[in-house]
């Protein structure tokens, strides 16, 4: 079956990944290509329509990002979004100049013309806006079809050539009719058929991994999270006994965790499992460090080097399936300039340079909540398919200060009480990440008629949408004195807890 695509433009836009999961939710299939990609690759993707986002520049300034003007030739629809909306004005011969008053948060928006791109909204509805320019002539074949107070012309179009532009921004949550807006343009404008769906997506990725595995085998480093979790099984359905999943148990995992991954892949699953216990040969690594970047690098370090020794002893082995999600993907392709590095990401991928293997990355097309639905559909068990993210690195970053089996213990130990009882609150699902931190401090305290001086333990709860910003969640003063209680009165060794109520920025949600 011919899959129907919708292209994304990159112009830098904090939203632009939201806009692809956008035409993705009305199930039509989109991807991200920079602002400046070859004419010639955006004609092979043969996409059925084009979305340029927005993004923080002015189109007038010097060395503002501009795309091939052929995109606008191609026949098929573009819809421009704030950035996009200018920047098809000014290519075009209309004129784009600073706004007396900008434009940002929410405004009135009032259709002029309810045809295309606006059947079905209501005449007054409220739009996310975020400017600081605006279009002072429109380009010839244009007309208005919407405004606000500060915007005579919020929303453009030329339906003899199907180009269309908004000032504002549809894929956020703020816009009152912004899905329908987006279906309208998917559906109405483009023709798209919403046909991509994650049983249909389960059936090529089998077939794609099978035709590329052909008689080889496959090895998997399998951590017991949701990305790992749902490649393995990807990969197991299409080639079988050839996938070998290695899971290296490093000591650094929670409570019960290690048994878990067992029973459910090995057992339920029917997989090959190698099971490395290496507990033991990463607290050696570990000893005297304190330093958390030098924790992450040498727990990477050893992880490569055991799952080399494992994948040794595997005959002929010639891939290496891994989790790249479809946010690694784009920004290693985006034109914006790389992001300052504020802690390294523990994962797998420095494995296929030192191991000259083919990588099997059938979730690259793929956001986050989209493996999740995938899990779903492939039976993975709730309570991995809606674990909250767990670093790499796991409790070592966790465990402030130096790492010992007992500090450890204490922490796995609290960890547990904290997550039993957020559950028990039934908040798990609406917090991005809930966990216990070990203190490298000890305080006073009094328990019975004695004088104690023991560890602190701090608990982090925060609500998020993607990981990259989040706030502090105001869990009820109940559950918090519940979660004091227990782990003072049940774990050995705490004598205080207490609450993080820091959010990112200017505070990263990991302690290290």
């Not at 296929?352 to 956001?367: A, G, N, Q, S, T």
Request: charged share 25%; with cysteine; net charge neutral.
């Amino acid at each position: 079956m011919h899959q129907e695509k919708v292209l994304v433009l990159d112009f830098g836009s904090q939203y632009t990944q939201l806009i692809a999961r956008r035409v993705r939710e009305a199930n039509v299939y989109s991807e991200i290509f920079p602002y400046n990609a070859p004419i010639g690759k955006i004609k092979g993707f043969a996409p059925k329509g084009i979305i340029l986002s927005g993004g923080p520049s002015s189109v007038y300034a010097e060395g503002a990002p501009l795309p091939d003007p052929a995109i606008f030739s191609l026949g098929v629809p573009v819809l421009g979004l704030c950035y996009g909306m200018q920047l098809m004005a000014h290519m075009l011969g209309g004129k784009v100049a600073r706004s007396a008053r900008r434009e940002y948060g929410r405004a009135e928006l009032t259709v002029d013309d309810d045809k295309g791109l606006f059947w079905g909204v209501y005449e007054n509805s409220v739009v996310w806006m975020s400017h600081g320019d605006r279009i002072e002539n429109l380009p010839s074949g244009f007309r208005a079809i919407a405004h606000t107070a500060n915007s005579p012309y919020a929303a453009m179009s030329n339906p003899e050539n199907r180009l269309y532009a908004l000032q504002f921004h549809p894929e956020v949550a703020h816009t009152d009719e912004g899905e329908r807006i987006i279906r309208n343009f998917l559906f109405d404008i483009c023709g798209c058929k919403p046909e991509w769906k994650m049983s249909s997506f389960i059936d090529q990725a089998v077939r794609d991994i099978k035709d590329k595995v052909g008689g080889g085998n496959v090895i998997c480093a399998l951590s017991g999270g949701v990305d790992s979790s749902v490649v393995a099984l990807l990969v197991h359905r299409a080639v079988g006994d050839a996938l070998t999943c290695i899971f290296v148990d490093n000591g650094l995992l929670r409570k019960g965790e290690s048994r878990k991954v067992i029973d459910t892949f090995q057992k339920h699953f029917k997989m090959k499992l190698v099971h490395v216990e290496a507990s033991r040969r990463f607290l050696e690594k570990l000893r005297g460090v304190t330093e958390p970047e030098k924790k992450r690098k040498i727990i990477g370090a050893e992880f490569i080097a055991i799952f080399e020794e494992e994948a040794g002893k595997i005959e002929n082995v010639e891939f290496l399936a891994q989790g790249t999600l479809y946010p690694d993907v784009i920004e290693s392709v985006s034109f914006k300039g790389p992001s300052a590095v504020i802690k390294s990401h523990h994962n797998v991928g420095g494995l296929p340079d030192v191991m000259k293997l083919k990588l099997i990355e059938p979730l690259r097309e793929l956001f986050k909540d989209e493996v999740r639905v995938l899990g779903k559909e492939l039976d993975l068990p709730d309570d991995i398919c809606w674990r909250q993210p767990f670093p790499g690195p796991g409790l070592a970053i966790r465990c402030l200060g130096e790492i010992t089996a007992g500090r450890l213990e204490i922490l796995r130990e609290a960890d547990a009480i904290v997550l039993e009882e957020i559950k028990k609150a039934g908040l798990y699902n609406e917090l991005w990440q809930s966990f216990a931190v070990l203190l490298p401090v000890r305080t006073v305290g009094v328990m019975g008629d004695e004088r104690t001086y023991e560890s602190a333990v701090a608990i982090r709860a925060v609500q998020s949408l993607d990981g990259m910003t989040a706030d502090w969640a105001k869990l009820p003063y109940e559950l918090l004195g519940t979660l004091s209680n227990r782990i003072i009165n049940e774990v050995k060794g705490v004598n205080r807890v207490v609450y993080d109520i820091s959010s990112k920025p200017p505070g990263t949600i990991e302690w290290e």
